[in-house]
């Protein structure tokens, strides 16, 4: 009876643990990445913290779990398939939280204005530089998801929003929201994170019946 109530304790335990570092991975993943561009924060600040987002907390979501393994010999662990999940995940909370926080930027403190393109780069995916019509640069440059496209060459002229700030990318108005992936991608990371500590944590204990 003893060895059965500690084994839901320990059960509990995982759970809530796990629970907790995974919403803290997958949240610090989004959170940072959003709050770069909406406060706007300095560019060091914005490079640390896009740093975390997409490389830092997405590896420790897979590492961590792993590496507190005590018990069990280095050479005999083994990782649990679902810690791939908020690995991916993390990383694409990273790159579309940023985006997602450049639309909620521009939404509060963006300014529209009919745009002259300066120059266009095709040789990846598209940027255009743009300028307002009265002479401004605008920075940073349009990509081709907020309405840099093939047909858009220099000299044209293009109604867009941009950051007087200088941080979120402008859009030409038109961009959709990314709340929906973002809430799944979330979701996923949190859940499978979750699962995927409490395996580990139970290879654990379970090793030489301990």
């Known amino acids: 009876m003893a060895d059965v109530i500690s084994r839901d304790r320990a059960a509990r335990s995982d759970l809530v643990r796990w629970l907790a570092f995974s919403l803290l991975c997958a949240g610090g993943s989004l959170g940072l990445a959003w709050l770069g561009p909406v406060v706007p924060l300095p560019t060091v600040v914005r490079g640390v913290g896009g740093l975390f987002a997409i ?29 791939i999940v908020p690995l991916i995940a993390g990383v694409a909370l990273g790159i579309f939280g940023a985006g997602a926080g450049g639309t909620a930027a521009l939404a509060d403190r963006g300014v529209s204005a009919d745009a ?59 961009t959709g929201s990314n709340g929906v ?30």
Not at 195 to 204: A, N, P, T
């Open 55 to 83: 490389l830092i907390l997405p590896l420790a979501s897979f590492l961590v779990p792993v590496l507190l393994l005590r018990r069990v010999p280095r050479r005999k662990r083994k990782v649990a398939w679902q810690l």
């Open 116 to 174: 002259v393109v300066v120059s266009a780069d095709y040789s990846s995916t598209n940027h255009c530089e743009l300028r307002t019509v009265d002479g401004q640069d605008i920075s940073p440059s349009l990509s081709e998801s907020e309405g840099c496209r093939d047909s858009t060459s220099r000299g044209d002229e293009l109604r867009v929003r941009y950051d007087p700030e200088g941080v979120a990318s402008p859009d030409d108005g038109r």
């Open 181 to 210: 992936l973002l809430a799944t991608l979330f979701g996923a990371a949190v859940v499978m994170g979750t699962w995927g500590g409490v395996r580990q944590s139970r290879w654990d204990r379970a090793y030489d019946g301990a």
